[in-house]
C-alpha cells in the first residue's frame, strides 16, 4: 500500500520559513519523480516544485529563489523548504509521487499571515 505523508505545515508570519517533509512508504522511492502541489480556497491544485531520480529541480516562477525541494533517497523522504513566505503562499500543499502511477499524499496546511 502506497503511502505518502506529509509534515510541517503551519501559521507564520509573511516573511518567515517553515520546512514540509514528506515520507513515502510502499514504492520504489528512488526511482520515483517527487514533487508538490498546492491548492488554495476556491482555486485549482497548481504545481509548485519537482525533483525527479537524476536530482533534477523545477520550480513554479513565483517560488524561484525562495522555495527549494530536495530529496534522501535513504530515507525515503522529500523536503520543502520555504523561505521569505508571503500571504499568497497560503493553501493546503501536497506530496505526489510518480513513475507510471500518480500518488498523492492527504495534503498539510501552510498559513501565512500579513
Known amino acids: 500500500q502506497v503511502q505518502l505523508v506529509e509534515s510541517g505545515g503551519g501559521l507564520v508570519q509573511a516573511g518567515g520559513s517553515l520546512r514540509l517533509s514528506c515520507a513515502a512508504s510502499?514504492?520504489?522511492?528512488?526511482?520515483?519523480?517527487m514533487g508538490w502541489y498546492r491548492q488554495a480556497p476556491g482555486k485549482q491544485r497548481e504545481f509548485v516544485a519537482s525533483?525527479?531520480?537524476?536530482?533534477?529541480?523545477n520550480y513554479k516562477d513565483s517560488v524561484k529563489g525562495r522555495f527549494t525541494i530536495s530529496r534522501d533517497n535513504a530515507k525515503n523522504a522529500v523536503y520543502l523548504q520555504m523561505n521569505s513566505l508571503k500571504p499568497e503562499d497560503t493553501a493546503v500543499y501536497y506530496c505526489k509521487a510518480w513513475y507510471v502511477s500518480n500518488y498523492w499524499g492527504q495534503g498539510t496546511q501552510v498559513t501565512v499571515s500579513s
Open positions: 525533483i525527479d531520480n537524476g536530482g533534477n529541480t
Open positions: 510502499g514504492i520504489t522511492f528512488n526511482i520515483h519523480s
